[in-house]
C-alpha cells in the first residue's frame, strides 16, 4: 500500500476587508492536495471541477483589484500560487493579493455656450422710406463722362 500524505491548503482573501469569494462569502476556504503534487492534479484524479474559491475573488472597494494568489515559501518569500502549477509540499496558507485600480481620467467637458438666440438686423426700419429713396434715385440716372479730343469733358447723363 503506497503512503501518500495529504496536505491542506488554505485560502483567505487577504488584506482586504470588502472582498468575498465567488461565492458571496469572505470565510477562509480549505482543500487538500497530495504532498508533492498540484492542487489540480488532485482535482483531475477525482474527476471534480477545480474548487471556486481558488478563482478570481470579488472585491467590493472599487479602489482594489484583484493581483493574484499567493503563498509564502520556508524563508518567508512572497511567491504567486497557480493551483495547476505549485507543487503542494507542506500545509500551505493562500492568500489573495490586491493593488490599487487605475482610476478612470476624468472626461473633460467643453463649456456651455449660451443658448439665448440673436436677431441680426438687417436695417433701422425708421429709415426705411429713406433708403428706398436713395436707391432709385441712384438707379434712375447714369452719368457718363466722355472726353473729348480738347482737355475739356462733356458729360452726359442718361435718365432711366
Do not use: C
Not at 489540480?40 to 471541477?49: I, L, Q, S, T
Not at 429713396?133 to 482737355?151: D, E, F, P, R
Amino acid at each position: 500500500m503506497y503512503g501518500y500524505q495529504v496536505q491542506k491548503v488554505t485560502f483567505s482573501l487577504g488584506d482586504n476587508p470588502s472582498a468575498t469569494f465567488a461565492d458571496g462569502t469572505n470565510a477562509k476556504k480549505e482543500t487538500v492536495a497530495m504532498r508533492g503534487h498540484t492542487i489540480g492534479m488532485a482535482v483531475r484524479a477525482n474527476d471534480e471541477a477545480i474548487p471556486s474559491f481558488s478563482t478570481t475573488p470579488i472585491s467590493n472597494d472599487t479602489t482594489k483589484q484583484f493581483k493574484g494568489w499567493f503563498y509564502r515559501d520556508a524563508t518567508g518569500n512572497v511567491l504567486p500560487f497557480d493551483p495547476n502549477t505549485t507543487e503542494v509540499l507542506k500545509t500551505m496558507n493562500v492568500f489573495a493579493m490586491w493593488e490599487e485600480a487605475p482610476q478612470a481620467a476624468p472626461t473633460p467637458t467643453q463649456p456651455t455656450q449660451p443658448t439665448t438666440s440673436v436677431t441680426p438686423k438687417t436695417s433701422d426700419n425708421t429709415n426705411i422710406g429713406y433708403q428706398i429713396g436713395v436707391l432709385l434715385v441712384s438707379l434712375s440716372a447714369v452719368v457718363i463722362l466722355l472726353k473729348s479730343t480738347s482737355s475739356s469733358y462733356k458729360v452726359i447723363i442718361l435718365y432711366i
